[in-house]
């Protein structure tokens, strides 16, 4: 499934694991769970490309305001 049985950045051991990332756009972001290789050295990320998809068509959604189908979890909020 995925292209690394390294990480290209360390070679270090890389790890299936779930993790969450945000996408962020103007001052709105989306916490969505996916699915990544970890390094277990340096904790480069690396995603298969149906991930990297998911992420950009949530980012593109976001960007356009279609937001019906997310879930509404929090605020956020910018300390000066
Ligand atoms: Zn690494």
Partial sequence: MMPFSKCPVCSGEIMEKQVEEIIYSGNNAVIISVKAEVCLKCG??????EVIQKMESIKVKLEKNEIDEFKKIGQFYKAA
């Fill in 44 to 49: 480069e990320r690396l995603y298969s490309p």
